[in-house]
């Protein structure tokens, strides 16, 4: 049978009717691929949620796909420098792009002249995971719950911090207060970890928090969550009701994935998406989630595109009503 096909080929092609010169380019790119040592791009500096996770996955990927894989730091503008990157890049399954909420969902709004088009130029691949959302204030809060954080708003808006402007934290945060009738004035500041310091030191009321940073101030009591922005109780916080329980359809999480250039050949992105998923499920990974309190699901590629559809259909139309842009 291989014989005959490819004397069927060599027929074909001296007919001119092989495969197209593009179809063949990439039939050979995912016949050789990997072939060379992979770039697994990170928008961030070194240290935070997202480096880490790129390097732990990275290398329990690695070893079966049989090449390195190098985790490269581009932080700069919103993670666009590393994006921008990525899709420039040849779509060949070699560079890699850490993704999240602010690179595909976000910034095509948030930025006028975005040099990529993350619609277009990048395929999805794999998600990594849902990072739960709370708000929480002090353990000596006069706020017992989030409905009465509600009721005191109508005499006076609390102030809410979180780690930036236009943030997922700050996007939840404006969707629960349209959804619940909260106000609420944004402080925002430069990370998690400033945000909590100055709620414990009572310099901001509330904090919209993530698990990566809030875990252990929720673990050990040192604040209060009042609400969690999921869509059912967390381990971390089983206790702590959640909004669309207190008749608030306000459902929000930070979320990381991996995303290619586009036009990378689907037989390299399944398989990358397949090593993905074992990486994320692997003994080395899975407790981690576990410990943060980390949501995974796992998804195909097509999968991941549309949970990232859905998310544009939701935020997008948020951006643009708030106004945020970040380079006016």
Known sequence: MIARRGILRSAMAGAGLGVLPGAALAQGTAATWPDRPMRWLVGYPPGGPSDTFARLIA???APRLGQNVVVENRPGGGAVLASEA???SAADGNTWLHVDNGILTYNPVLYARLPYDPDRDLAGVGFIGLFPLYVVVRPDSPWRD????VAASRGRAPTYGTPAVASPHHLAMELLKRRSGLAADHVPYRGGPAAMQDLLAGNVDAVMIDTATGTPFIRDGRVRALVALTEARTRLAPDV????EL??????YGWQGMSVPAGTPAPVIARLGAEMQRAMQSDAIAPRLRDLDIEYRPQSPAEFQAFVGRENALWRPLIRELGLRLDA
Not at 146 to 149: D, Q, W
């Open 241 to 244: 009701p959640t909004a669309r």
């Open 146 to 149: 989030f409905a009465a954080l």
């Open 86 to 88: 990525v899709a420039r």
């Open 247 to 252: 008749g608030h359809d306000a459902v929000a």
């Open 59 to 61: 290398s329990q990927m």
